[in-house]
């Protein structure tokens, strides 16, 4: 575990960027523009980082990001964001839960008015390029955006450092499974995207394995062993088109609403809607 200088200021840098991230008003923040078939294989070696959530969460891996509650959330989310002090998030059965729920924290410091609960968390560890695998039941009521994703911890402005989304889904689209990857020159504000989408059949009710293999020139999106995303660096522009050169922190969190998850409204009736992470796994390179 890092304690420098310059990763007390990257932790407080992702903080920014993690606020600032995805902001749009469209209806998808998906693409299907780099579709691929091919195998992924998971290392046999022992990872470099990762939590197989046998007890409790470890505090000394993952933080809790719960900086915009007060003002709100990027996309027209809806959530207020727990911290450890509350079970929105905790260890059951040797897995991960992170809780949706109907609830108003009117009492909290940094309420912004919310009437749902979620939790956000966010790796301590700045990782970079490997292979990635999270095993994970998503959530399928409608109004749910389960993410597994990445930024960058140098506090560079989004999208200019670059966005790699390993899984996305939308509850009323279920089973859908979205791989996304944003730059300052391919992001959903330019409509350039860059990313695939899959159907898993189960996502909601078994686990999967949603994996991602990051070299310095390619970025490959996968589940349960086979890609269906690649994006390589073959595209003019330098670090516009490929700022994916940096350390990245890895956020596994469960919106509510937005402009995407909240496309057709939320199910109130369906919550509580919990998101289930089994292991988190990464192999460095």
């Known amino acids: 575990m890092r304690c420098s200088g310059w990763w007390l200021a990257a932790v407080a840098a992702l903080a920014t960027s993690t606020a600032t991230a995805q902001q749009v008003a469209a209806p998808s923040l998906g693409a299907t523009n780099y ?45 207020y964001y727990a911290g450890p002090e509350r079970s929105n998030t905790r260890v059951e059965q040797g897995a991960l839960v992170i809780e949706a729920r109907v609830e108003s924290l009117s009492d909290a410091t940094d309420w912004g008015g919310q009437r749902y609960t979620s939790a956000k968390l966010v790796s ?37 450092g670059g966005e790699i989304d390993i899984m996305e889904m939308v509850g009323w689209n279920p089973d859908v499974i979205h791989a996304t990857v944003h730059s300052a020159a391919f ?16 996502a909601c009710s078994t686990y999967h394995r949603y994996q991602l293999d990051w070299t310095p020139d390619t ?20 670090a516009a088109a490929w700022p994916f050169t940096r350390p990245y922190s890895l956020i596994l969190n469960l919106a509510v609403g937005g402009d995407w998850g909240g496309q057709k409204g939320v199910d109130d009736a369906a919550l509580p809607q919990v998101m289930k992470v089994d292991y988190v796994r990464y192999w460095k390179r």
Not at 127 to 147: D, I, K, N, S, T
Not at 219 to 238: E, F, L, S
Request: aromatic share 12%; charged share 25%.
């Open 124 to 160: 301590r560890q700045p990782l970079g390029y490997g292979f990635y695998e999270v095993r994970a039941q998503l959530p399928c009521g409608r109004g749910m955006w389960p993410a597994i994703w990445l930024l960058p911890t140098d506090g560079s402005r989004w999208p200019d």
């Open 35 to 79: 579709a691929y078939d091919g195998a992924m294989v998971t290392p046999s070696a022992r990872p470099s980082f990762g939590d197989e959530f046998s007890r409790s969460i470890d505090a000394r891996r993952w933080r809790w990001d719960t900086g915009q509650n007060k003002q709100g959330w990027p996309n027209h989310e809806l959530q």
């Open 219 to 238: 970025i490959t999106i996968g589940v349960d062993g086979r890609a269906y995303m690649r994006v390589k660096n073959d595209q003019p522009g330098g």
């Open 187 to 202: 992001n959903h504000r330019l409509k350039t995207q860059r990313g695939a989408e899959v159907r898993v059949a189960g």
